[in-house]
C-alpha cells in the first residue's frame, strides 16, 4: 500500500511543481481537479452506467480541459500576483467542494476495483487493483520523463522555467506553454485520481488530505523539482505507513508526522532534498 499511496502522491506533487516551476504559481485547486476526477469518474460508471473504459476517456480529457479554461481565464490574468493566485486557487476549490456537496450531497462514494482479485507475489496476496495503479503509476512518470527530456515540448517548458523573457525571444510562445503546463499538471491530478479512485473513498472534502501532503512533498523534495517531487513522495508514504503500523490508535496523526519529517529534512538541507539555487536546474 505503501507503493501505491507513494505513486498517487507522486502524480499530484509531480504535477504541483512543473506549474510552480514554469508559471510560479501555487496552485492550491490541484488536488481539486483530483477529486473532480474521481467524481467524474463515478457519475458515468456508476449513475449513468457508462463502461469504465469509455468513462475514463471522458473524464480525463473533461477535467484537463477545465483546469486549462480556469488557468487561462482566472489564474492567468492574476499570474504575478502571489496573493490574489492564492485566494483565486482556494476561492476555485472551495468552489468544486460546494458543487460536489450541492450535487452529490455529502455521502461517502465508493467505486469497484477496475479489475477484481489478487495476485501472489512472494507469499503475499496482492490486490490487482493496487497492481493496476503501481502501474499507471510507472508508465505515466516514464512519459512525463520523456516528454520533459526528450521533446520539443519538454526543451520548451524546461526554457521558460529558467528564463521566460530569454525563452520568449527565442519564439517560444511562452503563454502557451504554460497553458500547456497547466494541461500537464491538471491531467497528472486525474490520472491519479482515475487510477486510486476504487481504492480510496470519494466525498467532497477529498482534496484537503492529499493537498497538505502534496505541499509537504514539494518543499521537502524541493520547489520546482520533479525527482524531489518523486522521491519526496515515497518518503512521506513510507512515513504515513509506519505511523500507521506503529500506533495504529493514532494514525491520524500521520500528518504531523509527515510534516515534521519535512521540518527536520529542512532543518539539514533548507532548500530541501534537491533545493536547487540556480533556476536553470529546477526541471
Do not use: C
Not at 31 to 39: D, E, H, I, P, S
Not at 97 to 122: A, D, S
Amino acid at each position: 500500500m505503501t507503493l501505491v499511496t507513494g505513486g498517487v502522491y507522486a502524480l499530484l506533487a509531480i504535477g504541483f511543481s512543473i506549474i510552480f516551476g514554469n508559471a510560479r504559481v501555487i496552485n492550491m485547486a490541484h488536488t481539486g481537479f483530483f477529486m473532480l476526477a474521481a467524481y467524474g469518474l463515478w457519475y458515468f460508471t456508476r449513475s449513468l452506467g457508462i463502461d469504465t473504459i469509455w468513462a475514463i476517456l471522458i473524464t480525463l480529457p473533461a477535467v484537463t480541459l477545465l483546469g486549462i479554461l480556469a488557468y487561462r481565464f482566472l489564474i492567468n490574468p492574476i499570474r504575478e500576483h502571489l496573493a490574489a493566485v492564492l485566494l483565486m486557487t482556494v476561492a476555485l476549490v472551495l468552489a468544486f467542494q460546494e458543487l460536489m456537496t450541492t450535487f452529490f450531497k455529502f455521502h461517502y462514494r465508493l467505486l469497484p476495483n477496475l479489475i477484481p482479485g489478487f495476485t501472489e507475489i512472494l507469499g503475499v496476496r496482492v490486490l490487482n487493483q493496487h497492481l493496476l495503479t503501481l502501474g499507471i503509476v510507472a508508465v505515466v512518470i516514464v512519459i512525463v520523463w520523456l516528454i520533459l527530456a526528450k521533446t520539443k515540448l519538454g526543451i520548451a517548458l524546461r526554457a521558460t522555467a529558467q528564463d521566460a523573457e530569454i525563452a520568449n525571444l527565442m519564439g517560444i510562445s511562452v503563454p502557451r506553454t504554460l497553458m500547456i503546463t497547466m494541461g500537464i499538471a491538471t491531467a497528472l491530478a486525474a490520472v491519479a485520481a482515475v487510477a486510486v479512485a476504487p481504492i480510496w473513498t470519494i466525498y467532497p472534502t477529498m482534496w484537503t488530505a492529499p493537498l497538505v501532503m502534496v505541499l509537504v512533498i514539494v518543499v521537502l523534495g524541493g520547489l520546482g523539482s520533479v525527482k524531489g517531487s518523486i522521491i519526496g513522495a515515497f518518503i512521506i508514504a513510507l512515513v504515513e505507513e509506519l505511523v500507521t503500523n506503529l500506533l495504529p490508535s493514532s494514525s491520524y496523526l500521520s500528518t504531523v508526522f509527515a510534516i515534521l519529517a519535512m521540518v527536520i529534512v529542512l532543518s539539514v538541507r533548507p532548500g530541501g532534498l534537491f533545493g536547487v539555487i540556480f533556476e536553470e536546474e529546477r526541471l
